[in-house]
């Protein structure tokens, strides 16, 4: 998952890579000051031989390649066919089995003539939008559009072409019409002496509205982007091929990638990532202002981005970070996101930026009581750690001191929450594993023609030997994956929650470009993060594609999607070695595992989910819309009336009570932010249902053993 790249410990054979590299290179590279130097070729250049060379599988540069190539640049610079006409792809056709070779004679002229004429056709769009938002919309005109560009051909001629333009355009009108016309009978309801706007008004503003975002959104490609910036869209074009962690990031991007595990940061606590569908939010940071607000979830599509009460600019096309701009601000401001969410829904999302603290992505723990006993939860957002200082907190050293407080409070049993946990430090996780384990191996970790290095915890001591139960989703993806693994590979708990997890089983590294050329005359060059190993179980099985498989599957609105690594087409594969030498423990969960599954089959709030997951797959290829104003209003009657059926899922509360431990609640006469920020999160575990059937298990768990230490009074295989 392109989130958080996985640290390693410092890892002499990356090294030793790096540097032959360097040697090759500098044999080929011109080492003199050139006054015209060919920095484009140069990169092509350098991208390939670095990923020829040191990529985990490099991939064939061959024509079915350069296909693949062809076919993802211009989806990347083209999204909405909105720009290029069939005569252009007709003429860039010719170039569609040479890219490859094109790459190796350091040849641009396919990207200069798809960019020449990309910069051309979007200078003339301009002209075809403000003729059409000249004068109303017809809405009254039976009409349909169909939004799955991916599938749609390009338009044959400048006049399908304006035609595509006017029905996209009267798509967005429509959805803002019918916003603010609910809006105008929200203010009526409100104050009686309220005087409606007319429809007339409203669609005159409308229009307004969507010259102005565009206008906004072409000045910037004018004015913001350089050659550069599109030149970038082409490498990542051919990078991505490899695998979608490998990116060039340019000088710019390259200075934001290692972002510090500590600090703090203004905005809303959201990442982002690029799909072939637009912007999408891949995770929310815990304690931040999208986290708090709740209404902005992992999965939502950003469509539109606003400040404050201005009118939204459609990110269409949009680079990555230009969006991560757009929604960045300083504290106390306001930006209005328009989003999509999994059910096709569009919806307007309101959030005051504000300072993003460290502090929620740290370990916490809570106490909840069942049936008499008492259970720990400990929540890990990340597998933190300081490379800088080893003095500073990391997340082993934090978890252990949770378990340590929660065992004073004689607990009998432990739930570890990695729901949305992205990953983090290798050293940490094989380390944390270690608190629950005796000694013995965690992961193996394979580079290219290599064998299997396998790390293992070498600590006898187990800090927690009792019943543990551990919840996953499908965005705990790499270190968290590796966690659940082990502790599913050794029996030594239960693994909780979504089908399967992400499935990032690979090994990334930041490879700085400008240390191949002495006397570099061509200016910074960027850098390439690429992938250079794979992660796999002790029991020999990749974590890569199929991720961990839940002992027991929760069901969650996106079941039946396929989530995670395996939507991406150009993923590595799945595969397996020879398992490392462990052993399980003598223990059968069978039958917990079959009580939680009666309990589930028969629990109204998980049959709806599973309703509502049913019904978000269904409507996935749903891309047809109407452009008649009846016909639209009553298809989003129809999608209204069926949410609200859903809207039990979000009304379920349990009756269960969480508390913080005593230290925690000492600091919260002074800090009452915390004090705050904790009973937020109690009253979150108060809607979880999940949490409710995880703390079922982990009660069945503790019967099972009877008060034994699982790790110690359990006898082996």
Same mark, same amino acid.
């Given at each position: 998952?392109?989130?958080?790249?996985?640290?390693?410990? $410092?890892?002499?054979?990356?090294?030793?890579?790096?540097?032959?590299?360097? !040697?090759?290179?500098?044999?080929?590279?011109?080492?003199?000051?050139?006054?015209?130097?060919?920095?484009?070729?140069?990169?092509?250049? +350098?991208?390939?031989?670095?990923?020829?060379?040191?990529?985990?599988?490099?991939?064939?540069?061959?024509?079915?390649?350069?296909?693949?190539?062809?076919?993802?640049?211009?989806?990347?610079?083209?999204?909405?066919?909105?720009?290029?006409?069939?005569?252009?792809?007709?003429?860039?056709? #010719?170039?569609?089995?040479?890219? *490859?070779?094109?790459?190796?004679?350091?040849?641009?002229?396919?990207?200069?003539?798809?960019?020449?004429?990309?910069?051309?056709?979007?200078?003339?769009?301009?002209?075809?939008?403000?003729?059409?938002?000249?004068?109303?919309?017809?809405?009254? !005109?039976?009409?349909?559009?169909?939004?799955?560009?991916?599938?749609?051909?390009?338009?044959?001629?400048?006049?399908?072409?304006?035609?595509?333009?006017?029905?996209? +355009?009267?798509?967005?009108?429509?959805?803002?019409? /019918?916003?603010?016309?609910?809006?105008?009978?929200?203010? #009526?309801?409100?104050?009686?002496?309220?005087?409606?706007?007319?429809?007339?008004?409203?669609?005159?503003?409308?229009?307004?509205?969507?010259?102005?975002?565009?206008?906004?959104?072409?000045?910037?490609?004018?004015?913001?982007?350089?050659?550069? *910036?599109?030149?970038?869209?082409?490498?990542?074009?051919?990078?991505?091929?490899?695998?979608?962690?490998?990116?060039?990031?340019?000088?710019?991007?390259?200075?934001?990638?290692?972002?510090?595990?500590?600090?703090?940061?203004?905005?809303?606590? !959201?990442?982002?990532?690029?799909?072939?569908?637009?912007?999408?939010?891949?995770? %929310?940071?815990?304690?931040?202002?999208?986290?708090?607000?709740?209404?902005?979830?992992?999965?939502?599509?950003? +469509? #539109?981005?606003?400040?404050?009460? &201005?009118?939204?600019?459609?990110?269409?096309?949009? $680079?990555?970070? *230009?969006?991560?701009?757009?929604?960045?601000?300083?504290?106390?401001? &306001?930006?209005?996101? @328009?989003? #999509?969410?999994?059910?096709? /829904?569009?919806?307007?999302?309101?959030?005051? $930026?504000?300072?993003?603290?460290?502090?929620? @992505?740290?370990?916490?723990?809570?106490?909840?009581?069942?049936?008499?006993?008492?259970?720990?939860?400990?929540?890990?957002?990340?597998?933190?750690?300081?490379?800088?200082?080893?003095?500073?907190?990391?997340?082993?050293?934090?978890?252990?001191?949770?378990?340590?407080?929660?065992?004073?409070?004689?607990?009998?049993?432990?739930?570890?929450?990695?729901?949305?946990?992205?990953?983090?430090?290798?050293? /940490?996780?094989?380390?944390?594993?270690?608190?629950?384990?005796?000694?013995?191996?965690?992961?193996?970790?394979?580079?290219?023609?290599?064998?299997?290095?396998?790390?293992?915890?070498?600590?006898?001591?187990?800090?927690?030997?009792?019943?543990?139960?551990?919840?996953?989703?499908?965005?705990? !993806?790499?270190?968290?994956?590796?966690?659940?693994?082990?502790?599913?590979?050794?029996?030594?708990?239960?693994?909780?929650?979504?089908?399967?997890?992400?499935?990032?089983? @690979?090994?990334?590294?930041?490879?700085?470009?400008?240390?191949?050329?002495?006397?570099?005359?061509?200016?910074?060059?960027?850098?390439?993060?690429?992938?250079?190993?794979?992660?796999?179980?002790?029991?020999?099985?990749?974590?890569?594609? &199929?991720?961990?498989?839940?002992?027991?599957?929760?069901?969650?609105?996106?079941?039946?999607?396929?989530?995670?690594?395996?939507?991406?087409?150009?993923?590595?594969?799945?595969?397996?070695?020879?398992?490392?030498?462990?052993?399980?423990?003598?223990?059968?969960?069978?039958?917990?595992?079959?009580?939680?599954?009666?309990?589930?089959?028969?629990?109204?709030?998980?049959?709806?989910?599973?309703?509502?997951?049913?019904?978000?797959?269904?409507?996935? *290829?749903?891309?047809?819309?109407?452009?008649?104003?009846?016909?639209?209003?009553?298809?989003?009657?129809? /999608?209204?009336?069926?949410?609200?059926?859903?809207?039990?899922?979000?009304?379920?509360?349990?009756?269960?009570?969480?508390?913080?431990?005593?230290?925690?609640?000492?600091?919260?006469?002074?800090?009452?932010? %915390?004090?705050?920020?904790?009973?937020?999160?109690?009253?979150?575990?108060?809607?979880?249902?999940?949490?409710?059937?995880?703390?079922?298990?982990?009660?069945?768990?503790?019967?099972?053993?009877?008060?034994?230490?699982?790790?110690?009074?359990?006898?082996?295989?």
């Amino acid at each position: 998952m392109k989130r958080i790249v996985e640290f390693m410990k $410092r890892n002499y054979k990356v090294i030793l890579l790096v540097t032959a590299l360097s !040697a090759i290179l500098w044999s080929f590279i011109p080492r003199e000051k050139k006054e015209d130097p060919e920095k484009d070729k140069l990169l092509l250049e +350098l991208l390939s031989f670095v990923l020829e060379k040191g990529h985990y599988s490099p991939v064939e540069l061959n024509d079915d390649f350069s296909k693949k190539v062809y076919s993802k640049y211009l989806n990347n610079i083209d999204p909405t066919k909105r720009f290029f006409l069939q005569s252009d792809i007709d003429e860039f056709s #010719k170039y569609e089995t040479q890219i *490859d070779d094109m790459i190796k004679n350091k040849d641009l002229t396919f990207f200069n003539l798809t960019n020449a004429r990309l910069l051309k056709r979007m200078k003339e769009s301009r002209e075809i939008y403000e003729s059409i938002l000249e004068k109303p919309f017809d809405f009254n !005109a039976k009409e349909r559009i169909n939004v799955d560009y991916e599938k749609l051909p390009f338009s044959k001629n400048k006049s399908e072409l304006v035609d595509r333009w006017r029905k996209q +355009l009267k798509l967005s009108a429509l959805s803002s019409i /019918t916003d603010k016309q609910k809006l105008e009978e929200d203010k #009526k309801k409100d104050d009686a002496n309220y005087k409606v706007k007319s429809f007339e008004t409203i669609e005159k503003e409308a229009r307004e509205n969507s010259l102005k975002s565009l206008n906004e959104y072409f000045d910037f490609i004018e004015k913001e982007l350089e050659r550069d *910036d599109w030149f970038a869209i082409f490498l990542n074009s051919i990078v991505e091929r490899f695998d979608p962690h490998t990116f060039y990031f340019s000088p710019d991007d390259k200075e934001k990638f290692d972002v510090s595990m500590s600090g703090t940061f203004q905005g809303i606590g !959201a990442r982002l990532q690029k799909k072939e569908s637009g912007v999408e939010v891949s995770e %929310l940071i815990s304690g931040g202002p999208a986290w708090r607000g709740k209404e902005l979830e992992a999965g939502d599509l950003i +469509l #539109k981005v606003g400040q404050g009460k &201005e009118e939204p600019l459609d990110i269409a096309g949009m $680079r990555l970070d *230009d969006v991560v701009k757009k929604i960045k601000g300083p504290k106390g401001t &306001e930006v209005r996101l @328009t989003v #999509k969410k999994v059910d096709g /829904t569009i919806k307007v999302i309101t959030i005051i $930026r504000d300072e993003v603290e460290t502090e929620e @992505t740290f370990a916490k723990s809570s106490i909840v009581e069942k049936d008499g006993k008492k259970f720990g939860i400990i929540y890990l957002p990340k597998f933190y750690i300081s490379f800088e200082n080893k003095e500073n907190r990391d997340a082993f050293k934090d978890v252990a001191a949770e378990i340590e407080k929660l065992k004073a409070q004689n607990i009998d049993g432990l739930i570890m929450d990695l729901r949305d946990n992205g990953g983090g430090s290798l050293e /940490t996780v094989v380390k944390m594993v270690g608190l629950f384990i005796p000694e013995g191996p965690v992961v193996q970790v394979k580079a290219p023609k290599k064998n299997p290095e396998i790390l293992p915890d070498p600590d006898k001591r187990v800090q927690y030997d009792g019943p543990l139960v551990v919840m996953i989703n499908n965005f705990s !993806a790499s270190a968290s994956e590796i966690f659940a693994a082990a502790i599913q590979d050794y029996k030594r708990g239960i693994v909780v929650g979504s089908k399967h997890s992400y499935g990032k089983g @690979t090994v990334q590294n930041m490879i700085d470009l400008n240390q191949f050329i002495r006397g570099n005359s061509y200016g910074d060059l960027g850098a390439l993060k690429t992938t250079i190993q794979k992660f796999y179980r002790i029991n020999g099985g990749s974590t890569q594609r &199929e991720g961990v498989k839940s002992d027991i599957v929760f069901p969650d609105r996106f079941a039946y999607l396929d989530m995670g690594e395996r939507d991406e087409e150009s993923a590595l594969p799945w595969d397996k070695i020879a398992p490392a030498k462990y052993q399980p423990l003598n223990i059968n969960y069978d039958n917990v595992i079959a009580n939680s599954k009666r309990r589930i089959a028969s629990n109204p709030t998980f049959n709806l989910i599973d309703e509502n997951a049913k019904w978000i797959f269904e409507r996935k *290829d749903e891309n047809d819309f109407s452009l008649n104003l009846n016909e639209f209003n009553r298809e989003i009657e129809t /999608t209204d009336a069926k949410i609200k059926k859903f809207k039990a899922i979000t009304d379920y509360k349990n009756n269960f009570v969480f508390t913080s431990l005593p230290d925690e609640v000492a600091l919260f006469e002074k800090d009452t932010l %915390l004090k705050q920020k904790r009973e937020r999160w109690h009253e979150d575990m108060q809607k979880d249902i999940y949490i409710e059937e995880t703390l079922n298990v982990i009660s069945d768990m503790k019967l099972l053993t009877k008060g034994k230490g699982l790790t110690q009074k359990l006898s082996l295989n």
